[in-house]
């Protein structure tokens, strides 16, 4: 069974600039999580989906993130414009929630953003 | 609210010691606990989870983790470590549908 696939792996950019990430679930979850982990902290959830459907994004900064999952399956994360402070790895998850409870989250190996 | 507390944030032990890395939570009724490794530039990989039944869970790697209802800890252990097992180490509990992430271990071994 393939994981989670996310690119790119690293990314640097400047501030104010633009930036996207992209998350492939394991095939047949219908939950995607994305997560924000700052250096020395535990994984922020920044978004839940599913479906296409957003579950939870009470902890996304609106005004400059914004994330979609199209037909249910691949997910992209874009911050624009950035700042320093989202350098941070990105973390994708998927489970196979709302499919029996408990459930288990599967992690990508993250995308870890420098923004200068 | 749920929440779960590491309050160890780094640890070192010699290769071959035993380890013990704590983990409190806070949840009203049985909670689903979870140990995850992160090793330098990797994602979130399971260790070991408990859902209910037996208080003792076996996992990966040689680790177990014992729960413990009347301290409200899921305590991870490994009888040996190996230079390997250097990385940081999650607790996470679940209620419904959310994750909540305690803010890590970091494990040093030495040689």
């Known amino acids: 069974e393939a994981g989670v696939a996310q690119s790119p792996r690293y990314k640097i950019i400047e501030k104010r600039q633009s930036v996207a990430f992209w998350c492939n679930p394991i095939s047949g979850h219908a939950t995607l999580y994305w997560y924000q982990q700052i250096l020395g902290q535990g994984p922020k959830l920044l978004i839940q989906?599913?479906?296409?459907?957003?579950?939870?994004d009470s902890q996304l900064p609106k005004d400059r993130f914004s994330a979609e999952r199209l037909k249910g399956v691949d997910s992209t994360l874009k911050i624009q414009p950035a700042k320093l402070e989202d350098s941070a790895v990105y973390l994708c998850?998927?489970?196979?929630?709302?499919?029996?409870?408990?459930?288990?989250?599967?992690f990508g190996p993250g995308t870890r953003l420098t923004v200068t | 609210a749920q929440s779960v507390t590491q309050p160890d944030i780094h640890i070192t032990v010699s290769e071959g010691a035993s380890l013990e890395l704590r983990c409190n939570y806070s949840?009203?009724?049985?909670?689903?606990l979870f140990w995850y490794v992160q090793s330098p530039g990797q994602g979130l990989q399971l260790l070991l989870k408990?859902?209910?039944?037996?208080?003792l869970v076996q996992g990966i790697k040689g680790f177990e983790a014992e729960f413990k209802r009347s301290q409200s800890s899921f305590n991870l252990r490994k009888p040996s470590v190996h230079w390997s097992d250097a990385a940081e180490y999650f607790c996470a509990t679940s209620g419904t549908y959310k994750y909540i992430f305690g803010t890590g271990t970091r494990l040093k071994v030495l040689a």
């Open positions: 408990y859902f209910s039944g037996d208080t």
């Open positions: 989906f599913q479906n296409n459907g957003v579950v939870d």
């Open positions: 998850a998927s489970s196979s929630f709302p499919s029996g409870l408990p459930y288990e989250q599967y």
């Open positions: 949840y009203g009724a049985t909670p689903y």
